[in-house]
C-alpha cells in the first residue's frame, strides 16, 4: 500500500520530499524517510538532493521541471546545478 500510494505521488507531482509524502500518507516523517529510501534502493523511486533537500520521483523530465520550480537555480552550487542537468 505504501509503495502504491508513493508511486501516485511520483507521477501526480513529477518529485516530492518526505515531509510531503508523511503529510499525505499521515505516518511520522522518520518512518516515511526509511521507507522511501528502501523503495531507492530497491529500484521503485529514484532520489536526488538539491540544496540540502532530497526529492524523490521516477520521470527524471518531470522531476527537474518540479525541482526547478522549486529552488533558485542561481542560488544553488555548480555541483547541484549539474546533478539537475544529469537527472
Known amino acids: 500500500m505504501f509503495l502504491r500510494r508513493v508511486l501516485y505521488m511520483a507521477r501526480r507531482f513529477g518529485a516530492f520530499t518526505a515531509a510531503q509524502a508523511a503529510v499525505y500518507l499521515g505516518l511520522p516523517l522518520e518512518e516515511v524517510k526509511r521507507r522511501l529510501d528502501r523503495a531507492v534502493e530497491g529500484g521503485a523511486l529514484r532520489a536526488v538532493d538539491i540544496a540540502g ?35
Open 53 to 87: 533537500v532530497r526529492f524523490y520521483y521516477r520521470d527524471p523530465v518531470e522531476a527537474a521541471e518540479v525541482i526547478l520550480g522549486s529552488v533558485d537555480v542561481a542560488a544553488l552550487l555548480r555541483d547541484e546545478r549539474e546533478r539537475l542537468m544529469r537527472l
